[in-house]
């Protein structure tokens, strides 16, 4: 990675916080939708909704992916973060760099907290 020039770590770096903000949207998704509407409109035959029903019957295996996924992302992202951190040779990059990375992580978990409308 000491190859890799600045820009294509930082793009590689946006690309991972978008896993990482989609896996989690997906995640709180699929656990706070209304499970009796999708299978009141999977009932009616509506594709969609019989394929989100089926998913929403094995969650094990879907949630299982997922948080591989969002652990893998977050764990790359964190390294090249401390990449970019170590490369500005700024005395506090690195801390500046794992407030970040922190404040990014706690605002994906409390979206999961917020009650649906």
Not at 66 to 93: D, F, H, K, P, Q
């Amino acid at each position: 990675m000491d190859a890799a020039p600045t820009s294509v770590l930082i793009f590689v770096l946006l690309s991972l916080l978008v896993v990482i903000a989609f896996s989690s949207g997906t995640e709180v998704a699929m656990l706070s939708v209304n499970r009796y509407r999708i299978r009141t409109r999977a009932a009616s035959g509506e594709r969609r909704a019989r394929l989100l029903d089926r998913l929403l019957s094995t969650p094990d295996r879907w949630l299982g992916a997922n948080l591989v996924i969002l652990a893998l992302a977050s764990v790359a992202a964190s390294t090249v973060a401390t990449l970019l951190a170590l490369r500005a040779e700024y005395r506090y990059a690195l801390p500046a760099m794992m407030g970040a990375l922190t404040v990014y992580g706690s605002r994906r978990d409390s979206w999961g907290t917020i009650p649906a409308p």
